[in-house]
């Protein structure tokens, strides 16, 4: 892991996002992306663009207007505007609600794989942080429970999960959710639940939330994965009203403020009507591209094999080949205009995400771009 130095800390850089953030708009094929071909404006506004002609571009309410965060608490049991925090994406939700809790030396378990923000978060800030880990068991991808339970103490302050899983895309059952919630409450730990692909499952089966089953939990979410709509940036943190409104105190050190138009827009969006008719979209790009991938590994089984997910646009391949995934990654980079996550980057060598969100042709063309240098690297090895 690199490490840059700042005044008072060492900043672990976020190695998946610099390399997603340097390539991703420099390549033929992007695959490394780990949501759905977005949406389009006109398709959010049914056409009626025209409405937006006399948006004013002001401030918006710097922890969302209460309009939206209704609208998201509609979606939480028991939950009203109050328990709602708005942000920008939610990788600042996970930031701020991170920022609460680091001090040097805090200790925090982190459930790993996962997107490694929390994990990056936790190094830079010097906290203690300890990680149980997803394992391969009977087809699945399971929590390790019983690492969990040797990992957390008495000094445990927060416990991260990310369920959907990124980069899995395993979905945790509702009795380990519930054994992890015991767990946090013997010692009094905080949970903070990222569900960013919940509403992006195959089966169409709405992931459950940790939120209202333990009384410390802080869940993140937000429009970038199962509905298609990043460029809004609208994420946000539901959570006890009183731990929402202390975390937009840190909010107000970060972006201030959700754009207007993105706040107005995400509104549109969370309508129940336009979220069903989006996240039905969503999953019919799953549920046509999935076997595009399946395929893809079937005929190359002698050089891959993977879980397929239950959720998100994405595939955790494990590969058969004699080259560290961060070499194969720059190949396929330098090579053939192709992006890809690698394994290295969640801290597992002989792994790569695939993310087949995009439409079908252009996921079949970058896969044959893999197809080449899979075969170029054979070539060699049997020379």
């Known amino acids: 892991m690199t490490m840059v130095w700042c005044k008072g800390m060492r900043l672990r850089i976020f190695e998946m996002e610099r390399w997603q953030s340097t390539w991703e708009n420099r390549v033929e094929y992007n695959l490394s992306e780990s949501g759905v071909h977005p949406l389009q404006l006109v398709e959010l506004l049914d056409g009626d663009v025209q409405s937006l002609s006399q948006f004013s571009l002001g401030y918006s309410q710097t922890n969302g207007t209460k309009e939206l965060r209704k609208t998201i608490a509609a979606n939480y049991t028991g939950a009203d505007s109050e328990n709602v925090l708005v942000t920008n994406g939610s990788s600042e939700a996970n930031f701020v609600a991170m920022w609460l809790f680091l001090d040097r030396g805090a200790e925090i378990v982190v459930l790993l794989p996962n997107y490694m923000q929390i994990w990056g978060l936790g190094k830079t800030f010097q906290a203690n942080v ?4 997803l394992r391969e068991r009977d087809g699945e991808w399971k929590p390790d429970i019983q690492a969990l339970r040797k990992a957390v103490s008495r000094k445990t302050k927060l416990i991260a999960v990310c369920n959907p899983n990124n980069p899995t895309g395993a979905i945790m059952r509702e009795d380990l959710i519930d054994q992890i919630c015991e767990i946090a409450g013997k010692v009094g730990a905080w949970i903070l639940a990222d569900e960013v692909y919940q509403g992006a499952e195959l089966n169409g089966n709405m992931t459950p939330t940790f939120w209202g089953r333990y009384k410390k939990v802080i869940v993140s979410n ?162």
């Not at 300890?130 to 880990?133: L, N, V």
Request: with cysteine.
């Open 130 to 133: 300890k990680s149980f880990r």
């Open 222 to 383: 937000g429009l970038s994965k199962a509905y298609g709509l990043p460029g809004l940036r609208i994420g946000w943190i539901v959570t006890t009203k009183e731990l929402a409104g202390k975390l937009w105190s840190y909010h107000d050190y970060t972006t201030i403020c959700p754009t207007a138009l993105g706040d107005y827009l995400a509104t549109r969006a969370l309508q129940l009507e336009m979220r069903k008719k989006i996240l039905t979209r969503t999953r019919e790009i799953l549920q046509i591209n999935l076997p595009v991938i399946k395929s893809w590994v079937e005929a190359h089984a002698e050089d891959f094999s993977f879980i397929p997910p239950q959720a998100g646009a994405i595939a955790y391949i494990k590969y058969n080949l004699k080259i560290n995934s961060s070499h194969l990654a720059e190949r396929l980079l330098k090579e053939k205009s192709t992006l890809i996550v690698p394994g290295d980057q969640f801290g597992m060598d002989g792994y790569m995400r695939i993310g087949y969100g995009a439409p079908r042709g252009y996921l079949v063309a970058g896969l044959n771009r893999i197809d080449e240098l899979v075969q170029q690297i054979k070539d060699r090895t049997r020379q």
